[in-house]
């Protein structure tokens, strides 16, 4: 097991979040900054007659996600583009969901807005937003821990989502029944999986 997944119990809160995605039959799922694809082919394992969609700016991460999907067969739609960009990557409110894991957290306040505000735009009312970052830092353990992140990505990115901003964030973008699902502890600080919903 590599060393990023022992510290972050990446497994544990990967399977939360797709769990709360809860893909169904020819959903439309749009995984924004998909890396690798570790959750794109989750979701498309999970229910593999949803539509998933990934997108991630880095083309060289996505050629390692598209031999993955390769390797076992998982028919993903892998785009290149940012996450501030989804409407004309994928259309305007076509997206039954949307996910997105540990990707606002590296990103500047005004960037975590536009990429919240693309996600709405491309769900169709009443479609569901799925976060899962890191979040509010309740404990001075948790605090502590969440400095290695806080080192690799810098302090001044990360610390509003220490500090809770992403509720606030989500419901600023227009989304409604904002909340916190699960709190998953880790020695890198504790990951959230926030829920939401377009109106």
């Avoid at 022992?6 to 797709?18: N, Y």
């Amino acid at each position: 097991m590599s060393r990023k997944l022992v510290l972050t119990r990446e497994r544990l809160w990967r399977a939360l979040a797709v769990m709360h995605v809860a893909p169904r039959p020819d959903d439309v799922i749009v995984d924004v900054g998909c890396g690798t694809g570790s959750t794109a082919l989750l979701l498309h394992r999970t229910e593999p007659r949803a539509r998933v969609v990934a997108v991630d700016p880095d083309r060289s991460v996505l050629e390692i996600a598209r031999r993955k999907a390769a390797a076992v067969g998982a028919t993903v739609r892998w785009e290149a583009g940012m996450g501030d960009a989804l409407p004309e990557i994928v259309g305007t409110g076509v997206a039954d969901t949307a996910v997105s894991s540990l990707v606002l957290h590296q990103c500047p306040m005004g960037t975590k807005q536009a990429i919240l505000a693309s996600m709405h735009a491309v769900l169709r009312p009443g479609g569901k937003l799925v976060i899962a970052d890191y979040g509010l830092q309740r404990t001075r353990l948790m605090r502590l821990g969440f400095r290695l992140v806080q080192a690799a990505d810098g302090v001044e990115d990360t610390r509003p989502n220490a500090e809770g901003v992403v509720p606030e964030l989500m419901a600023g973008a227009g989304f409604g029944d904002v909340r916190e699902a699960e709190v998953v502890s880790t020695l890198t600080g504790s990951i959230s999986v926030y829920v939401a919903f377009r109106g």
